[in-house]
């Protein structure tokens, strides 16, 4: 996180006394990264926050991944993991999340839920971040609530209890780290601050105002779900509290969920066609989140405005596609909610006829998260139960199976128009 916050009632100074009215003394918790090594907050506890009094088992919905193999690009239609808004209860925020595509540095998960609130949950993996494709409502956290909208980056750092409050039927596209997720390095002054030359700035960043105080009186047992590794396997555990973690009285530091909106990141352009790298919002390890966003285009009187083609020697490139008309993917059955996988190994671009369309365009309306990783991405069963077989052929207009079907069970239909 790029600078200090402070919310509630903290000690002058740290690592001393902190009382309540009655002189009872709060407990202190440093919340840090990288040992002591980065950054980090101090929250102050009504209660004891490592005093467990159980621990069973958490049986994680399907974690299971399959190889892109034989190599070929994938879609994945996301609207028809779930029913639409409205159309059914919904699914919980946190245990109805349905894998789509992972590999050991980051995992993309999608669900649509209803407005029953999530348990407490604790990723002990990585950061979370969390793109709101629509609904709105609230994150309760342990250092206070944020409300999120359409548009929204969640941004939950690792290790943070939190509970989604859905104030009405939310799509959330779950990016979840095995690392830190921070704004790209290349933006920040050597002491953190956001830089003229970035896209976005601190102002832009919404933390939480203040605390989320339960009764401290409550000494009523809580259960958090809470994600980790064990012997390489992603797995899952349900601890239960004698006290409630949302404890905190106050807390001060660099280190805290935040919301950042889309509508928010101004985007670069260029005399001709730009690269991804100038359309970037979040880092991780090994892998990078871009934005693409309604935009002039390229100004140079022999522009192509539409992507060239290009391979990705490095990388596995993931966009989904939230908003907006997407020029260049027309014909190949693209649509809102669909998420392409272009993998590592596979020169992509433009459908044929999206080019010379392109040609003198001003400005584009379209709005895509892209995720690039730097190891191959496999499928999750989400992944697989929403793909569309055709559309790995939709550049040549034909395939290996004359019969065969797309993703909605009728004839592939191959067109560049």
């Known amino acids: 996180m790029a600078y200090y916050r402070s919310v509630g009632a903290v000690p002058p100074t740290r690592h001393t006394q902190h009382r309540d009215e009655e002189g009872n003394l709060y407990r202190e918790e440093l919340m840090g990264e990288e040992g002591f090594s980065s950054d ?97 409502g609230t994150v309760e956290t342990v250092f206070g609530v944020i409300a999120y909208r359409e548009g929204d980056y969640v941004l939950i750092p690792r290790a943070t209890d939190h509970r989604w409050v859905p104030a009405e039927a939310s799509r959330l596209y779950a990016i979840e780290a095995s690392s830190h997720i921070a704004p790209p390095k290349r933006y920040l002054s050597r002491y953190g601050q956001l830089l003229e030359h970035a896209p976005y700035c601190e102002r832009d960043l919404h933390g939480p105002v203040e605390t989320h105080l339960v009764d401290a009186s409550d000494n009523a047992d809580v259960e958090v779900l809470v994600k980790h590794r064990t012997g390489g396997q992603i797995v899952g555990s349900r601890l239960t509290y004698a006290t409630h973690p949302f404890d905190v009285v106050g807390w001060d530091g660099c280190l805290y969920p935040y919301t950042f909106n889309i509508d928010d990141y101004m985007p670069i352009t260029g005399k001709v066609h730009q690269p991804p790298p100038v359309h970037q919002v979040w880092e991780g390890h090994n892998f990078v989140v871009c934005n693409f966003l309604p935009r002039k285009v390229d100004y140079h009187p022999l522009a192509i405005p539409v992507p060239y083609y290009h391979s990705n020697v490095d990388s596995d490139e993931v966009m989904f596609y939230v908003g907006g008309d997407y020029e260049a993917r027309k014909g190949s059955g693209i649509n809102i909610g669909s998420v392409s996988l272009h993998p590592g190994g596979h020169a992509h671009g433009p459908q044929p006829s999206a080019i010379e369309a392109s040609l003198g365009a001003e400005f584009f309306d379209e709005s895509a998260v892209m995720v690039d990783t730097f190891a191959p991405l496999e499928l999750g069963e989400g992944g697989l139960a929403a793909e569309d077989p055709a559309y790995a052929w939709t550049w040549a207009g034909r395939g290996p199976d004359a019969d065969q079907q797309d993703g909605d069970g009728g004839p592939a239909v191959y067109s560049n128009s």
């Open 40 to 136: 980090s907050s101090l929250l102050y506890h009504c209660g004891v926050p490592s005093a467990i009094v159980d621990a069973q088992v958490w049986d994680l919905p399907d974690q299971t991944r399959t190889p892109n193999h034989p190599l070929k690009p994938r879609h994945l239609k996301l609207h028809t993991l779930f029913p639409q808004p409205g159309e059914g209860a919904g699914a919980c925020p946190v245990e109805g999340r349905r894998l789509v595509l992972g590999n050991n540095d980051v995992r993309l998960s999608y669900v649509v839920t209803g407005t029953d609130p999530s348990p407490l949950y604790r990723n002990a993996i990585g950061d979370e971040c969390v793109y709101v494709q629509s609904g709105s």
